[in-house]
């Protein structure tokens, strides 16, 4: 997925744990992704199964997300990763 939503740290961490649910996203085997942050940086990521990691990193053109598993909800993890106050 490409998103140009701009999040913080902490809405990257929440959306990091609910990928958890399996019932929600199915089974998730690995996410990775950079997602634009208010000041002009990106906030990069990398998830597995109830471990994460978030750190800053170097600008990208536009937000890229990517999920990797089995029975995965695609429109699910797609409401996951859009900001409800657009």
Same mark, same amino acid.
């Given at each position: 997925?490409?998103?140009?939503?701009?999040?913080? +740290?902490?809405?990257?961490?929440?959306?990091?744990? @609910?990928?958890? *649910?399996? /019932?929600?996203? %199915?089974? !998730?085997? +690995? #996410? @990775? %992704?950079?997602?634009?942050?208010? *000041? %002009?940086?990106?906030?990069?990521?990398?998830?597995?199964?109830?471990?994460?990691?978030? +750190? #800053?990193?170097? /600008?990208?053109?536009? %937000?890229?997300?990517?999920? !990797?598993? #089995?029975?995965?909800?695609?429109? /699910?993890?797609?409401?996951?990763?859009? +900001? #409800? *106050? @657009?």
């Amino acid at each position: 997925m490409e998103t140009p939503d701009v999040y913080t +740290r902490e809405e990257v961490e929440e959306i990091l744990k @609910k990928l958890d *649910d399996q /019932a929600t996203y %199915g089974y !998730i085997l +690995r #996410s @990775k %992704g950079m997602l634009p942050a208010g *000041d %002009g940086s990106f906030i990069h990521f990398d998830y597995v199964p109830e471990e994460s990691e978030v +750190r #800053s990193g170097s /600008a990208e053109v536009t %937000g890229k997300i990517c999920v !990797i598993g #089995s029975d995965l909800k695609e429109d /699910a993890l797609k409401a996951l990763f859009t +900001r #409800s *106050d @657009k």
